[in-house]
């Protein structure tokens, strides 16, 4: 196991671009589980972890963010929850050295939480608890939360994996325009509870572009003294005259928020949707410099 904590004392780490939208890019069609690639297409899948280590990411996710049982269930696979979070932490691990930290993905639970929802906060702790349980025995570094936009179901992760995994626990939630959670927590009050509960380092990824994700990671400094990661995905997401997702921001676009981001603190850098190989490499270059 990677000591991630102490690294970050004396660097900064670059983590990996979007895996979704590079298995795209190989044939994953809309609607289809990335997850279950790591069964039937392992060796595309590999290629997509390599591509990000040859671009120079110091931290590579697994292909795990939807593995948690119900997300599964939505494709009757929830029978191969083992064998899918497993399988991903090995192809990570076919790829990197020893120096490479392997970061276990986990994504929501798709859930409403009450009482907005009719989940229970411990429902949601156990169906974290499962897939963190199974990353940490198959040999991750790093436990990767990402992607939250309730704060309850953030406490719900964090705690989860604060009860089976000694490992350290990055929190990552998302924002929208208005620099508030789709639930309405602003990052001073999510830096104060992520805090409370152990998080390891707090983070914002996806929904917003790298120039409004700033203004959260700033007030992200003030209110915290933990490390910081940054993901923003490849500027918003625009629909196309065929009806696909598309983001629009290339990487010179996107490494230009990189020094940025590390003025206001963040102490890892990366990339979310829509950003590939060729970000991660720009991102690299601007961190060296």
Known sequence: MKD?????????LVFDGAIGTELQKMGLKVGEPPELWNLKNEKK??????SYYLAGSDIIQTNTFGANRLKLKEYNLENKIDEINKKAVKLVKKISNEEVIISGSVGPTGELLEPIGDFTFDEAKNIFAEQIKLLTEAGVDLITIETISDIQEARAAVIAAKEVSNLPILCSLTYEENGRTISGTGPEA???ILEAVGADIIGINCSIGPKDMI???EKFKKST??????????????????GNTV??????YMADYISEAVKNGANIIGGCCGTGPDYIKNVRKKEKN
């Open 247 to 252: 983001y629009k921001a290339d990487a010179d």
């Open 45 to 50: 899948v590999k290629a997509a972890h390599e």
């Open 225 to 242: 003294h933990l490390p910081l990661s940054f993901k923003p995905n490849a500027g918003m997401p625009q629909l196309n005259s065929a």
């Open 4 to 12: 991630v904590l102490e690294k970050m004392k004396n660097d900064i």
């Open 190 to 192: 999510a830096a104060v």
């Open 215 to 217: 203004g959260v990671l």
